[in-house]
């Protein structure tokens, strides 16, 4: 990187001199950032921010910086933001949509660039328009008629519209809460919400209480938010329906009144029933980020179909799971809906104990010091202890091959499969920061930050 120049040199003395003037200090980032001194642009838009913080174009040019260093995340924060405060510049629009596309979610990024170029068609990109799967002069038209949508990707011409029929497998769960690690609170909540209503009616009643409602559970991946769902219906033997993404999308596309009337039904029908909805942002993403009408006619539904105002849900525990909460829309925490929504961490040592006696259950093991092996598998998943008890044993089994007869597991051998793996829950933890610490309206992300200890 080449020294910095005289005209920055004297930007930097000027604001030296009146630390206060923001649109000085904005020059002085802009400058900086179009020199490609990008990290030192980002320490001018911050202080320029501690003078006033909600200045737009301080943020709009913080959030352009961040894009160019591969900051995505905090990009997003702040142009999230300033498009849900009608902030946004047409420009503004067009780069959410960027990196709404990175992300995946394409219907968010297709509404986000649509708003940037009616503001000003000039801020249009027909490169990225194309491949968004729209292009300039067919705006109007709804790009998932004639696009499939699976997994956030695009797949081109895959797909017919026409109703889906829910004749969804209702699955009867073996698992139960003992073969749950940790994870007790909510286990709590459970009991509270169905367990006990439907061993003790009467008393509920007398509260106005009947059993079922609704729980959305948000964390990184492979904390046990399916897993727990599966669980909580074993342990009341009760029906499990399980709605995922592909589930949705082709709700999106198909007769969403009717199909997402006939799941509730369904549930309905087979009460006690836990019908989870994973991945719930696809389905709930925010109502304001949704142009597309088929698309708020599916949350609207879903709504709904929640409030329960026309067909009672009693005996119907509604689960929901999302790593991308921020993506969901504020509807759904009213009172009567998810009123619940809880964080779900990593396991603490406690609970990362447990999980690795469950997942050793059944294999030949010696006495294993479990608790040392949890201490060793900080921040792991309920997934990531899964994937170390798998590696241990077929470590074990190449070993007794060898040696022509069964060895059993060790501490050891747990010890040196957790070596070689690492948490894979880090990640979603960069992003949820800065939800969290952007974006914690009501505080609903206060467990997220005590979490990561910065409350
Ligand atoms: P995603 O967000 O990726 O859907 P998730 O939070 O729903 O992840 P699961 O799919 O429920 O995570 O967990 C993956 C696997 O990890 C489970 O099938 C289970 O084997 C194991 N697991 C996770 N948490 C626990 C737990 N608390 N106790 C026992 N096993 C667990």
């Not at 008393?203 to 009947?210: D, N, P, V």
């Not at 006619?297 to 709504?303: M, S």
């Not at 009172?335 to 030949?364: M, Y």
């Not at 610490?437 to 992300?445: A, C, K, P």
């Amino acid at each position: 990187m080449p020294p910095e120049n005289e005209t920055i040199r004297q930007l930097r003395q000027a604001v030296e001199v009146s630390p206060e003037n923001v649109p000085l200090r904005l020059h002085l980032a802009a400058t900086l950032a179009s020199s490609g001194y990008l990290e030192e642009a980002v320490t001018e838009y911050r202080a320029a921010l501690e003078v006033q913080p909600r200045n737009v174009t301080t943020l709009a040019g913080l959030a352009r910086v961040y894009y160019r260093l591969g900051k995505n995340s905090q990009a997003l924060v702040i142009l999230e933001d300033l498009a849900r405060r009608d902030q946004a510049t047409a420009e503004n629009h067009v780069l959410y949509a960027r990196l709404l596309l990175i992300e995946g979610d394409v219907p968010s990024a297709v509404t986000q660039y649509k708003r940037g170029v009616e503001l000003d068609p000039a801020a249009g990109d027909e490169e990225f328009a194309a491949q968004l799967g729209i292009s300039d002069d067919e705006e109007e038209e709804d790009p998932f008629d004639e696009r499939e949508v699976v997994d956030g990707r695009i797949r081109e011409g895959a797909f017919e519209s026409g109703g889906i029929k829910w004749d969804k497998e209702i699955e009867r769960p073996k698992i139960r809460f003992d073969d749950v690690g940790g994870m007790e609170s909510l286990k709590d909540d459970i009991r509270m919400k169905i367990i006990f209503p439907m061993q003790q009616p009467e008393l509920f009643a007398a509260y106005g209480k009947t059993a079922g409602g609704g729980i959305m559970m948000y964390g990184p991946p492979g904390c046990g938010k399916t897993y727990f769902a599966r669980a909580t219906a074993g342990e009341i033997d009760a029906a499990f329906i399980s709605v995922g993404i592909n589930d949705v999308l082709e709700m999106w596309l198909g007769n969403s009144e009717r199909n997402l009337h006939g799941l509730f039904e369904l549930a309905r029908h087979n009460t006690p029933c836990v019908l989870f909805f994973d991945e719930v942002d696809a389905l709930g993403g925010r109502r304001s980020d949704m142009s597309g009408g088929s698309s708020r006619q599916v949350i609207n539904q879903f709504l709904a179909e929640l409030d329960g105002v026309e067909y009672s849900n009693e005996g119907v525990l509604v689960l929901a799971a999302t790593n991308a909460p921020w993506h969901v829309d504020a509807a759904f925490r009213r009172p009567g809906r998810f009123d619940e929504v809880l964080f779900v961490p990593p396991p603490d040592t406690e609970a990362r104990e447990a999980i690795l006696k469950i997942h050793s259950r059944g294999k030949p093991i010696e006495s294993i010091d479990f608790a040392k092996v949890a201490k060793k598998a900080h921040r792991f998943s309920g997934a990531d202890l899964k994937a170390v008890v798998d590696v241990a044993v077929e470590n074990k089994l190449r070993e007794s091959l060898k040696h022509g007869k069964p060895l059993p597991l060790a501490t050891k051998d747990l010890v040196t499969a957790t070596k070689g793996l690492r948490p894979t829950t880090q990640e979603w933890f960069a992003t949820a920061r800065n939800y969290a610490l952007y974006s914690n309206q009501g505080g609903i992300y206060d467990e997220v930050l005590k979490y990561l200890d910065m409350k």
